[in-house]
């Protein structure tokens, strides 16, 4: 097919057209993903008070079946609800938690060495994994060696070594405070955050439609809307599933004995958030502070966790979020790996809720392609 000389111009009008439209795209990609990667801590912190947003609108819909009550006053009373369960857990079990809590760290950090040494007993060399701890006690020993030789046979420290510890003394206490202040800012920024578009989910709805193209805001109504009913959804299951294993952990690690059950029903109840990951690491913790009860006792823990572990997985799980989420094993673990080796704990505790949006994009996109060209013709 050949075509005209009228025809030419336009036809390179168009491709050159077509280029720079294609340019611009890639560029800004590019700059999308670089501005991810550098504030991703940011943006995951934003996310994560959007799920706290969605899972109390969540409950204050499901509130509003059973109470006729306007939205606003609604949600007051789950949070001050929420905010009471809280207060009578910190007031009835505070003393328990922060006892409890001190004495698994305790029973943790002997149960690790006591694991070293029976590995290196073996002949496996545990090295590998202290290495920076290694270095920075040596280091640490032999600065402070030196010091202490000379302040007990020498004469006293002068004003610069004085000066020099008063300095490291005081940074040390500001990056202690800085890092209190900051994980209190961080908790805040989420509940504002949670509550602003809890309050309001209507407005945020319709300002993020607001900057999508008008001839893909259908589509995009479709995508947010179901998006948000599978995070509803799933939030309010793995809240249950949560206080189940929870519960469950602590009740029975009562029954068998071991010492700080209640604070390793809530790890494990908090882990349980986080799929597959957060189920290993909850076990290792409930093993390791039941090896200093004896053998027996361990044992019983493991096959009690174990237990709760096949009832969370094939019981729960399926019953409550068949109709949330349908995301296989293999790929849920491998994107856990992947986000949490690129941003850290935000990235491993997240990757459930961001793989479902990406899983409810591609699912819509599957079932609403785009008619071929011959037949949009």
């Known amino acids: 097919m050949t075509v005209s000389r009228d025809d030419q111009p336009k036809t390179r009008s168009d491709l050159a057209w077509a280029i720079t439209v294609g340019g611009i795209g890639v560029v800004l990609f590019t700059a999308m993903l670089v501005f991810t990667w550098y504030f991703a801590a940011t943006l995951l912190l934003i996310f994560t008070g959007m799920l706290l947003g969605v899972g109390l ?30 207060a009578g857990v910190a007031y009835l079990g505070g003393a328990t938690i922060a006892e409890q809590a001190s004495v698994l760290s305790n029973t943790i950090k002997s149960q690790i060495s006591h694991v070293r040494s029976f590995l290196e007993n073996h002949g496996i060399d545990t090295s590998v994994f202290d290495l920076g701890n290694a270095s920075s006690a040596a280091s640490s020993s032999g600065d402070t060696v030196p010091a202490a030789n000379q302040t007990s046979h020498g004469p006293l420290p002068g004003a610069g070594a004085l000066a020099s510890s008063g300095g490291a003394i005081v940074s040390q206490t500001f990056k202690l405070l800085f890092g209190a202040i900051s994980a209190v800012g961080n908790i ?166 961001l793989v479902a949006i990406a899983k409810v994009m591609i699912d819509h996109f599957k079932t609403y392609e785009a008619p071929p060209l011959a037949e949009a013709a």
């Open 188 to 353: 805040f920024i989420v509940l504002f955050l949670g509550l602003a578009f809890a309050a309001q989910p209507g407005v945020y709805h319709d300002g993020l439609l607001f900057l999508v193209p008008a001839r893909h805001r259908i589509r995009a109504t479709l995508i947010v809307d179901r998006i948000g009913e599978t995070l509803e959804r799933w939030l309010i299951a793995q809240i249950i599933v949560m206080i189940a294993v929870g519960v469950v952990t602590w009740i029975g690690l009562a029954i068998i004995g071991i010492p700080g059950s209640f604070i390793l029903g809530i790890q494990a109840g908090l882990l349980a958030f986080i799929p597959t990951v957060g189920a290993i690491i909850a076990g290792v913790v409930v093993v390791l502070a039941s090896l200093a009860s004896g053998w027996i006792p361990a044992l019983s823990a493991l096959i009690l966790f174990l237990g709760v572990h096949a009832m969370e997985s094939y019981v729960l799980t399926p019953i409550l979020q068949r109709q949330a989420l349908d995301i296989p094993p293999a790929t849920l673990f491998a994107f856990q790996i992947l986000l949490g080796v690129v941003f850290g704990i935000w990235g491993l505790a997240l990757a459930l809720p």
């Open 57 to 86: 609108n969540a409950l204050t819909n499901a509130l509003g079946r059973r109470v006729q009550l306007p939205h606003a006053a609604r949600l007051a009373i789950v949070c001050i609800v929420l905010a009471a369960l809280l």
